[in-house]
């Protein structure tokens, strides 16, 4: 029940920041960005050269600008991931997707300085005492914030390198479930006005 009415909730929201961009026709769905990021995460066992364990998120974006501030989005990450405990190696594609919305404290000469906040579905859980494991119909909230540079400040200003940090919670009751975090080191293209 938590978790249909945060969406409710979150949904809600999503309506109202767009009426805001109604009311501003100047900036209502006049920019579209495509972006993409990699975060990779490893770990070496401190006793034995012979465990590992490693992910790679790789995350794709598509938002569009709904006000002066407001930018909605949906996002895709699979999450590519290898363990090798002594002879035992696996891997596994596990899945991360959902919508946000972000909220833009500085956009001008370049730069960029934003908050983010997302509902995803995912099979992606950090849950136990050992590395991440697959459960399916899992629900996180997203929360963080992240900087974007302009790489091509003398001519148009759309192309943009994007930092930033995320961290994720289990909505699901699960026990001994704990945070994500994605760091976002990442790319992203600007259509149309910036």
């Not at 490893?42 to 930018?71: H, I």
């Not at 404290?105 to 579905?121: C, D």
Request: with cysteine; charged share 15%.
């Amino acid at each position: 029940m938590r978790i249909r009415s945060f969406i409710i909730c979150f949904l809600c929201l999503q309506s109202i920041y767009g009426q805001m961009g109604l009311k501003n026709p100047s900036y209502f769905l006049k920019s579209f960005q495509i972006g993409t990021s990699v975060t990779y995460i490893w770990e070496k066992n401190a006793y034995t050269s012979d465990d590992f364990y490693g992910e790679t998120t790789w995350n794709v974006n598509f938002a569009t600008r709904l006000s002066k501030r407001f930018w909605l989005g949906v996002q895709a990450a699979p999450i590519f991931f290898k363990e090798r405990f002594g002879t035992l190696s696996s891997k596994r594609i596990n899945y991360f997707t959902g919508v946000f919305t972000q909220f833009d404290f500085v956009n001008k000469n370049g730069l960029r300085i934003y908050a983010e906040t997302s509902i995803n579905s995912a099979n992606y859980c950090t849950c136990g005492d050992l590395n991440p494991t697959t459960v399916d119909g899992l629900f996180t909230w997203g929360g963080g914030a992240g900087i974007e540079f302009s790489l091509n400040s003398k001519t148009k200003n759309n192309l943009k390198l994007e930092l930033g940090l995320f961290n994720y919670v289990i909505l699901n009751d699960i026990k001994f479930k704990y945070n994500f975090t994605q760091y976002i080191f990442g790319l992203n293209y600007v259509f149309g006005e910036i």
